[in-house]
C-alpha cells in the first residue's frame, strides 16, 4: 500500500499559478502511475491528469489541457501539478492517486487532498 501526501495548495487570484506535489511512501518498491483528482463543492471527484510510471506517458482533462502540468521526479518519489492560468472554476479539493495500472488509477491509493482557491 502506497500512502500519499499533498501539498502546495491555497489562495490565488485568476491568472495566477500554484504547483502542487504530492509525495509517495510506504510500498513504493514497484512501479506505479499516479494522478490527480479534484472535488468542488457539491460536485463529483473528476479525473484531472495522470502520469506513467517512466513519465513518457500522460494525459489531461480537457478542462486543464494546456494550462495543467504533470510531472514526476520517481528519485523523491514525488509527483508534481504545475497549473497555470487558473480560473475560478479551478477551485477544488486536489487529490493525488497511485495505483499499478494507469486506467484503474482511481482504484488505487488516494491522499487526503489540498485546498486550492482561486478569486475572481
Known amino acids: 500500500q502506497v500512502q500519499l501526501v499533498e501539498s502546495g495548495g491555497g489562495l490565488v487570484q485568476a491568472g495566477g499559478s500554484l504547483r502542487l506535489s504530492c509525495v509517495a511512501s510506504?510500498?513504493?518498491?514497484?512501479?506505479?502511475?499516479m494522478g490527480w483528482f479534484r472535488q468542488a463543492p457539491g460536485k463529483e471527484r473528476e479525473f484531472v491528469a495522470a502520469i506513467s510510471w517512466g513519465g513518457g506517458s500522460t494525459y489531461y482533462s480537457d478542462s486543464v489541457r494546456g494550462r495543467f502540468t504533470i510531472s514526476r521526479d520517481n528519485a523523491k518519489s514525488t509527483v508534481y501539478l504545475q497549473m497555470n492560468s487558473l480560473k475560478p472554476e479551478d477551485t477544488a479539493v486536489y487529490y493525488c492517486?497511485?495505483?499499478?495500472?494507469?486506467?484503474?488509477?482511481?482504484?488505487?491509493?488516494w491522499g487526503q487532498g489540498t485546498q486550492v482557491t482561486v478569486s475572481s
Open positions: 510506504g510500498s513504493t518498491s514497484g512501479t506505479y502511475a
Open positions: 492517486a497511485a495505483n499499478t495500472n494507469i486506467a484503474t488509477i482511481s482504484q488505487g491509493s
